[in-house]
């Protein structure tokens, strides 16, 4: 079965703009989460959508937002771009939100702000 | 989230077995111990969980230590593309899927 989907795989965008990112899942998958990786931060998580609502958001600033549509698709909206954003992001889908619960990961959009 | 310790990095021979730690002294009870992995320009990879009981699938196995507060995760016979950052995580039953990485282990492979 086809596994995450995220696009664009790669951007390139100027301080002061805005981005949005998207991420298709896994078929019959609900969860979608968000995560940011910087060679100086690591892997930090986002948010998480479970079921079209917001279950859990990380310490980023309101600049970050993301919302999931009703066939479990998600996007992420960066406005007012900054150097720092600069990273990969993440997308991660599962089924549901156990501990036990295995998160498949895509390949990642590359953002670059210049 | 509970917080685990991991070494930097490792170097392994191909074909031989490796042995990644990772320490998590902290655990709770309902916590589950994840195991992640990274190859180069690739998101992560999930290789093998578990909760009280050694684990073993196809990538990898998981022995985890009767207190709980450390596990090891073990490839049998190393290769070339299992160069990747292996990262240990907890997750809370309920935690949803806010996973926490930390700075996970750089495994190398050498021919």
């Keep these: 079965k086809a596994g995450v989907t995220q696009t664009p795989r790669y951007l390139i ?3 002061g703009q805005q981005v949005t990112l998207s991420c298709s899942p ?6 979608v989460s968000w995560y940011q990786q910087t060679p100086g931060q690591g892997l930090q998580f986002l948010f998480e959508y479970f079921s079209e609502t917001q279950r859990n958001k990380g310490n980023f600033p309101g600049r970050f937002s993301g919302r999931q549509f009703s066939n479990s698709r998600s996007e992420m909206n960066v406005s007012t771009l900054e150097l720092g954003d600069s990273a990969l992001y993440l997308c991660a889908s599962s089924l549901e939100v156990a501990g036990a619960n295995v998160l498949t990961f895509g390949a990642g959009s590359r953002l670059t702000v210049l | 989230d509970a917080k685990t310790t991991q070494p930097n990095s ?5 074909e031989e077995p490796v042995h990644l730690p990772c320490n998590h002294s902290t655990i709770s009870g309902t916590d589950y111990i994840h195991w992640y992995r990274q190859l180069p320009s690739q998101g992560p ?6 909760l009280t009981s050694n684990v073993n699938n196809r990538m990898a196995s998981l022995a985890i230590a009767e207190d709980r507060k450390s596990s090891t995760l073990i490839l049998h016979r190393a290769t070339l593309r299992d160069a990747a950052v292996y990262y240990c995580i907890l997750r809370g039953y309920n935690a949803g899927n806010m996973l926490t ?3 996970g282990t750089r495994l190398m492979v050498k021919p």
């Design chain 1, 13 to 15: 965008k100027t301080r």
């Design chain 1, 26 to 31: 896994i078929s019959g998958h609900r969860s």
């Design chain 2, 10 to 14: 490792m170097e392994s021979n191909e």
């Design chain 2, 45 to 50: 990879e999930y290789v093998i969980h578990g």
């Design chain 2, 101 to 103: 990485f930390g700075g």
